[in-house]
């Protein structure tokens, strides 16, 4: 059995909680926050505490707080030579104070409480100061039913740039596809194959060979006409930049693109 502490309640820290009680080779020794009615649902089952001092001995404790907290809380353990790692996908390792033995546990997904998450589907980036580690957290991604692998600081820290790209930056074009269709009321639902068929797409091409769209034809028409149809000065200038650079991906020569809007 692995034995584990958890630090946080967000929602890395409850989904890690659902994945480890779901395990029969993991037992949750205990699950702090510093606000305990953030798990006082869970008293019931599992060892709840707001004091650090009171932290039981496990064989792992994962923090999974804000990246910010990270530094403060790994110095505030009131022990050494225990294995404390982070879940952060872009704090360095070495954030974490030397008095334990240190390391990561970053699962590559995006969390929210309310969603399902299937976690024979997540990559766990696992890395380590001390060798001799390596081996429990890998232990300790399978038992969870998720996939180690094992990265460097750079990588881990490029991998959660990418996700930014992905995931944060793809996001907010949802919310403003949602809103563009808002303005005409058109149900953003309408939108959901779309969104589905383009995720599958990559998952059998490259996201440059799946490319589509006016700027990828150079249909200089379509484009002037979409942005006369913008309301948004903000929303605007992101298609101009992202049109701008899915020409210069596809080696279009691009100009610079005009508003469309009526000066007064």
């Not at 404390?84 to 033995?101: E, P, R």
């Not at 929210?112 to 024979?120: G, L, V």
């Amino acid at each position: 059995m692995i034995s584990v502490v958890l630090l946080g309640a967000g929602n890395v820290a409850t989904h890690l909680y659902k994945a480890f009680s779901n395990s029969e080779t993991i037992t949750i020794t205990q699950w702090y926050n510093r606000t305990r009615a953030s798990i006082s649902s869970y008293a019931n089952i599992v060892d709840i505490t707001d004091s650090l001092d009171e932290l039981k001995e496990a064989d792992i404790y994962i923090m999974a707080v804000s990246d910010d907290s990270i530094e403060q809380l790994s110095i505030d353990l009131p022990f050494t030579n225990r294995f404390v790692v982070h879940t952060s996908g872009s704090v360095a390792m070495h954030d974490i104070d030397k008095k334990n033995k240190i390391g990561v546990f970053y699962p590559l997904q995006t969390f929210s409480k309310e969603a399902e998450i299937d976690f024979s589907e997540v990559p766990i980036c696992v890395e380590v100061y001390e060798k001799e580690n390596l081996q429990l957290l890998i232990d300790l991604a399978k038992a969870a039913g998720c996939k180690p692998q094992k990265i460097t600081t750079e990588q881990r820290q490029t991998l959660h740039l990418a996700a930014v790209f992905v995931n944060n930056f793809t996001n907010q074009l949802y919310r403003i596809g949602h809103e563009i269709c808002e303005t005409k009321n058109i149900e953003f639902e309408i939108l959901h194959p779309l969104i589905e068929e383009t995720a599958k797409k990559i998952q059998h091409m490259s996201p440059f060979m799946a490319q589509t769209g006016p700027a990828k034809r150079n249909d200089k028409r379509t484009i002037k006409r979409q942005l006369k149809l913008i309301e948004k000065e903000e929303h605007e200038a992101i298609y101009k930049m992202l049109t701008t650079s899915i020409k210069k991906t596809h080696g279009i020569r691009s100009t610079r693109i005009k508003s469309q809007k009526k000066q007064n």
